[in-house]
């Protein structure tokens, strides 16, 4: 049986700058240094480290989880995030931490009126928070994407249609 979330030892809350050198610690842990070959973090050199839609997971005051959300546009048109990297320190992973830093991040998205949030991920696992495929071709990315991986979440049924051509972090 998977361990659940416990909420009362762990802190979810907005990331800050301060918190950029033990995300970065995070993120060399769990991936590894091919880290930086992935074309969603081609899309995020030049932005900002943290957005106000970042979260990170604390345990006794410990960073054990993190989630970015980099503001882009698609095709010169705002309104839009590309979700990730999420990490999970492997001690405390399968208890929910990386389930509810994104639910909590595209709570925060839909209340600043972000229209679409983009990711580059695996479907069963997104599709639970509302993440579909985006159409072949409607958006690109700078660099090679698997187009089944390529995925996005609406904050309105058919919003997506009107985000098309290249995705820039703004």
Do not use: A, M, N
């Given at each position: 049986m998977t361990p659940k979330?416990?909420?009362?030892t762990v802190e979810i809350c907005p990331a800050t700058l301060a918190d950029v050198a033990r995300i970065s610690a995070l993120h060399a842990r769990v991936f590894g240094p091919g880290r930086f070959s992935r074309t969603a973090y081609r899309l995020r050199e030049g932005a900002?480290?943290?957005s106000?839609?970042?979260r990170k997971a604390l345990k006794a005051k410990e960073l054990v989880a993190a989630v970015s959300f980099t503001q882009i546009s698609i095709g010169g048109t705002s309104g839009a995030l590309l979700l990730g990297p999420l990490a999970v320190a492997p001690e405390v992973s399968n208890q929910g931490l990386g389930r509810e830093l994104i639910a909590t991040g595209l709570r925060e998205a839909e209340r600043e009126g972000i229209a679409?949030?983009?990711l580059v991920g695996d479907?069963?696992?997104y599709e639970r928070f509302g993440f579909d495929h985006v159409p072949p071709g409607q958006?690109?990315?700078p660099?090679?994407?698997?187009?089944?991986r390529l995925l996005a979440w609406q904050a309105k049924p058919g919003?997506?249609?009107?985000?098309t051509g290249m995705a820039r972090a703004e």
């Open positions: 979330l416990d909420t009362e900002p480290r943290v106000k839609f970042c679409v949030v983009l479907k069963p696992y958006i690109k990315l660099g090679p994407v698997d187009p089944q919003v997506l249609e009107s985000f």
